[in-house]
Structure formats: C-alpha cells, structure tokens
C-alpha cells in the first residue's frame, strides 16, 4: 500500500500525524534532520503495526530532501500523502534578526516545502490523485513573532499556488492553520490536530478545504 511521508517529523504534530496515518494502515517514512528524533517518532508509528522508514535530511538543503524523497518512493511506493511539518518557531520582533537569519527561516517555513511539492506532486497529478498538506499557523500576524508570521502567510500563498498547479489534476493541496501553542493535554493536543490532516485527506474532490483552522475552540 503506498503511504505518508512527514517532513518534519519530530515531536508535537508530526509524530501525532505520522501515528494517525499509521493506525489507518499506511506505512510512512519520516523525515527529520536528527537521529534521535527519527528513533523517538519511529518507535510510535512502529506501534501502530505499519512500518515506519527513518530518513535523515534538512528541508533546507534541496539534495538531501530529494534524496530522502527518492529514498522513500522506492521503499515504500509513490506516496499517497506528504505533509510538510518542518518550520523555525522562535520569537522575534521587527529589527532583531539579521538577513541571513530571515533567509534561513523563510528557507525552512516556506522554500522546503515548495521544493518538496515540485517533487512529489507531479507524479500525484500523473497518477490522477493523492494530497499534499502544510502545516500552517499564525492567522494574524503577530508583531513578537515576525519571521514566523512572514512564513506562515507564505504558507497560505503556497497552498493557493500549488492548488491552481496541481487541483485540477487530482492533487488535493491543503493547510492546517494552528492558531495556538502545541502541548499534550491541551486545546492544542497534537492528536487532535493530527485528525485534521487524515480528514483532508480523505476528503471527497467536491468538498475539499484548502485550509482548516484549530483554533482550540
């Protein structure tokens, strides 16, 4: 069966994603730039009974990401979901970061996930189907968080980008908005976030959302 891959796969919401697609039988492949965090979320999905494939690799460094994603196709067969979870959360106010700091965040929040969508997506739209899901966030922008603001607004565009590349052929192009801190026990329970990402998709075509918002309400 061929299954997820989560870029960005560490703990929070990518490994409560990557459990919730394993449980419904997917096998998956993470993808994270740590070994440590690659065994932790390994483990979890390994517990659902699917198999999970631990790949090494930066979002930001365009040959490893493609190799991860060459690495995983051929493991696991062309991917039916890649959900792209990678991002730098920090706060940062107007004037404290230098430019090579907001290059290096926009790299992560917003160019790793263009890259890994011109990869995969083609052969989504080929086959006639499949979906391709960013993990969003910051529905106003917020003055103490400006690069990750700038990110996620570029995350919206993208979505709405890929959706006009890609929709017409199949390739159901999404976001899941998260409007708050991520943490276990909380409105924010990255396993309730993560059943926003398994009803994308499996949405029917005539009733896809391009963006879903948890706003913990």
């Known amino acids: 069966m ?20 394993g449980r419904e039988g997917l096998p998956v492949a993470l993808v994270a730039r740590t070994d440590s965090t690659l ?3 390994a483990a979890t999905v390994a517990a659902t009974g699917v198999r999970a494939l631990p790949l090494t690799a930066d979002a930001t460094d365009e040959r490893s990401l493609h190799a991860a994603l060459e690495e995983a196709a051929a493991e696991l067969g062309p991917p039916d979901v890649v959900v792209y979870n990678a991002a730098i959360i920090r ?10 700091e907001h290059l290096d965040a926009w790299a992560v929040n917003v160019v790793g996930a263009l890259v890994a969508a011109a ?3 083609p052969g989504m739209a080929a086959r006639g189907g499949g979906s391709f899901l ?9 003055r103490e968080y400006v690069s990750l603001s700038l990110g996620k607004a570029g995350v919206r565009t993208l979505v709405e980008l890929l959706d006009q590349e890609y929709g017409p ?8 908005t998260v409007a708050g801190p991520v943490a276990p026990g909380t409105a924010f329970d990255p396993d309730d976030i993560a059943e926003h990402y398994w009803r994308l998709h499996t949405q029917p075509r005539d009733g896809w959302d391009r963006e879903v918002l948890h706003d913990g309400s």
């Open 2 to 21: 061929p299954g997820a891959v989560i870029i960005g796969a560490g703990p929070g919401i990518g490994r409560a994603v990557a459990r919730r697609f």
């Open 39 to 41: 065994k932790a979320s």
């Open 91 to 100: 706060p940062d106010g107007p004037g404290d970061l230098t430019v090579r």
């Open 119 to 121: 990869h995969v997506a």
């Open 134 to 142: 960013i993990t969003g966030g910051m529905p106003e922008p917020k």
């Open 169 to 176: 052929s199949g390739v159901h192009v999404a976001s899941v």
